[in-house]
C-alpha cells in the first residue's frame, strides 16, 4: 500500500489550486526545519542542549539553549529560498526580512521556535508552531505592522510536536491533516486526514493552581465542572495538563477536550497569558479547521485586530459545545448590571 508523503501532499493541493508553488515550498521548508529540531531535542543531554542558554526574550522570559537554537534552524532554512518576505518569532523583539542577497517572496512567516520548552530538561513533549500570512502587496520591506493581520487571514498554520513519535499538524485551509516523521527515511508520511474534534467532551486542561487569580466567570465556569454529575452541568470531568501548549492541544485534536489559558490577576496589566499571533492564532485555525471552536472568552480568537506583535490573548479552544458553554459564561457575566 502506497503512503502519502507530506511533499506529495502538498503537489496534490497545489495541483488542486488550494495553494501555489511557493507555499508548498515555505511549509516543506519548515517541515524540514522541524526535522532539525526534532534531532536536536531527541539529543537531550547527549547533545548538551538541555539547561538555560543564560539570556531572555522580549517577554523578560528566561531562554532556554533549544530555544536559541531552534530559533537559529528556522531563521536559517528559511532565509534564502525565495518564498519568504519576513518572519518574526516569539524569541526576537523585532520581525526580521529577508537578507537582501536572497530574493524575496510574498509570505510572512511567524513561528514559536519551541513551545513548552520549560519541560525540556524533564523530557515532556515540547513543540513549534508557526502561522503563514501573504506579505501585503507593493511592501518591499515589511516590518512589524505588516504582520499585525487577523487570524482569518493565515494561509496555513501548524505545529510539529516532539513525543515519543515525532508529528507535525498542518492546515492550508482545507481541514487539519497529521503527519509523523518516517524517522528511517527522513520523511514525513500522512498518518490522519481531517482530524476531527468531537463536539461534546468531559475532559478539560487548564492550570489550576491558577485558581485564586481567575475572575468571577472562570470561577464559576470550572466550579461547575468541578461538581461533576451532581452539578448543573449534569456530568463528569476529567482534568489534564501538561504544560506544554503544542502536547495538551494535540490531545484535544486527537480525541476532544477544552483548553484553557484565562486572563488572571497575577499580572493584571497583561491580557493573558498566550501570545496572539505565534500561539493563539495558528492553534486557533487548526482546531477550527478540524470542527472545534476558539474564543479569549468573549469573541472569536481568529477575528480579533492585532495591535501589537507580541500581543497576548486569554485563551479558549477544543471542542465547540463545551468552548460556547465557556464563552457563555463570560458573557452572560459581562451582561449584569454594574
Known amino acids: 500500500m502506497s503512503r502519502t508523503s507530506l511533499t506529495r501532499f502538498l503537489i496534490e493541493e497545489q495541483h488542486a489550486e488550494r495553494i501555489n508553488a511557493d507555499l508548498r515550498q515555505l511549509v516543506a521548508v519548515v517541515a524540514r526545519a ?59 523583539d523585532h520581525s526580521q526580512p529577508v537578507p537582501s542577497e536572497y530574493p524575496q517572496g510574498d509570505f510572512l512567516l511567524l513561528f ?103 475572575e468571577a466567570p472562570m470561577q464559576a465556569y470550572v466550579a461547575d465542572l468541578l461538581a461533576g454529575s451532581d452539578g448543573v452541568r449534569g456530568k463528569n470531568f476529567n482534568m489534564r495538563w501538561i504544560a506544554s501548549m503544542v502536547a495538551d492541544v494535540h490531545r484535544i485534536l486527537t480525541r476532544g477536550g477544552i483548553f484553557i489559558y484565562p486572563w488572571d490577576r497575577k499580572d493584571p496589566g497583561k491580557a493573558g497569558k498566550l501570545r496572539l499571533m505565534y500561539e493563539a492564532n495558528p492553534m486557533s485555525l487548526l482546531v477550527e479547521q478540524a470542527g472545534g471552536a476558539a474564543t479569549n472568552g468573549r469573541e472569536r480568537i481568529l477575528d480579533i485586530a492585532p495591535d501589537q506583535l507580541h500581543q497576548r490573548v486569554p485563551v479558549f479552544l477544543g471542542s465547540k459545545n463545551e468552548v460556547a458553554e465557556a464563552t457563555r459564561y463570560h458573557r452572560q457575566f459581562d451582561a449584569q448590571p454594574a
Open 34 to 92: 522541524c526535522t532539525s529540531i526534532s534531532i536536536a531535542v531527541s539529543k537531550g543531554a547527549l547533545g548538551g542542549v538541555l539547561g538555560d542558554a543564560g539570556t531572555g526574550n522580549v517577554q523578560g522570559e528566561a531562554q532556554k539553549k533549544l530555544d536559541v537554537i531552534s530559533n537559529e534552524i528556522l531563521l536559517e532554512a528559511n532565509a534564502w529560498g525565495g518564498h519568504l518576505a519576513a518572519c518574526a518569532s516569539e524569541e526576537m
Open 112 to 214: 514559536d521556535p519551541l513551545d513548552g520548552s520549560s519541560n525540556i530538561d524533564v523530557n515532556v513533549s515540547v513543540g513549534t508552531i508557526f502561522s503563514v500570512l501573504r506579505a501585503p502587496a507593493g511592501v518591499d520591506n515589511p516590518g512589524d505592522e505588516h504582520f499585525l493581520q487577523a487570524g482569518t487571514q493565515q494561509v496555513a498554520a501548524g505545529y510539529c510536536i516532539y513525543g515519543p513519535s515525532t508529528m507535525l499538524v498542518l492546515t492550508v485551509g482545507h481541514g487539519t491533516h497529521a503527519f509523523t516523521l518516517d524517522r528511517e527515511t527522513g520523511e514525513f508520511v500522512l498518518t490522519q486526514r481531517g482530524m476531527r474534534i468531537p463536539a461534546d467532551t468531559q475532559e478539560f486542561a487548564i492550570n489550576m493552581s491558577n485558581q485564586r487569580h481567575w
